[in-house]
T-cell receptor, first 112, second 116 residues
Framework: LAKTTQPISMDSYEGQEVNITCSHN???????ITWYQQFPSQGPRFIIQ???TKVTNEVASLFIPADRKSSTLSLPRVSLSDTAVYYC?????????????FGKGTTLSVSS | GAVVSQHPSRVICKSGTSVKIECRSL??????MFWYRQFPKQSLMLMAT?????????EQGVEKDKFLINHASLTLSTLTVASAHPEDSSFYIC????????????FGQGTRLTVV
């Protein structure tokens, strides 16, 4: 499984766009990139997943360059409730029995 | 979307007793479930992979005789912390995927175990 590197923490203000970049230099051909959000004392919640280029859903966008060695999670107009830990995970999740391996994550703090 | 439910959400037990945590997939079948442990201000650490009808696969450093996993059906996996001690106090989280080709893993709400 590819190792990921992301900033330990980020600060933002309400209404701003937040971009969290994750490095995964050793990503393999079959690996997907998945982002999860975790609030204190809760299980992680799926945000978005992609393989290449750009993916957008109702809560975020995921930008993946052509070499796939990094990815950027973009959260538009964050609010206080977006304060959480964000994890970038890379793996061949299509393989039977493949667990998600979590790195340290990025703690996002949103202030008013 | 698919739901994974854990029970209990929090438990306090005395040192030396055993605690069972249940993980259920409510609207899908899961041949494989995963158990994680998370200490305060740390990331999730994979403990073991639970396989329906067979023995669990434990990560290096996880005592299989202490953390007993039973995956007796396609919708239920249980983690039993045997003879719990204060150092076992942690946040335990289970996860499952709806099928081998499903790209999204669903997580339970977690169980806060406090051993006193």
């Amino acid at each position: 499984l590819a190792k990921t590197t992301q900033p330990i923490s980020m600060d933002s203000y309400e209404g701003q766009e937040v971009n969290i970049t994750c490095s995964h230099n050793n990503i393999a051909t079959n690996d997907y990139i998945t982002w999860y959000q975790q609030f204190p004392s809760q299980g992680p919640r799926f945000i978005i997943q992609g393989y290449k280029t750009k993916v957008t859903n109702e809560v975020a966008s995921l930008f993946i360059p052509a070499d796939r060695k990094s990815s950027t999670l973009s959260l538009p107009r964050v609010s206080l409730s977006d304060t959480a830990v964000y994890y970038c995970l890379v793996g061949d999740i299509g393989r039977a029995g493949t667990a998600l391996i979590f790195g340290k994550g990025t703690t996002l703090s949103v202030s008013s | 979307g698919a739901v994974v439910s854990q029970h209990p959400s929090r438990v306090i037990c005395k040192s030396g007793t055993s605690v069972k945590i249940e993980c259920r997939s409510l609207d899908f079948q899961a041949t494989t479930m995963f158990w994680y442990r998370q200490f305060p201000k740390q990331s999730l650490m994979l403990m073991a992979t639970s396989n329906e009808g067979s023995k669990a696969t434990y990560e290096q450093g996880v005592e299989k005789d202490k953390f007993l996993i039973n995956h007796a059906s396609l919708t239920l996996s249980t983690l039993t912390v045997a003879s719990a001690h204060p150092e076992d106090s942690s946040f335990y989280i289970c996860s499952a995927r709806a099928s081998d080709r499903d790209t999204e893993a669903f997580f339970g709400q977690g169980t806060r175990l406090t051993v006193v």
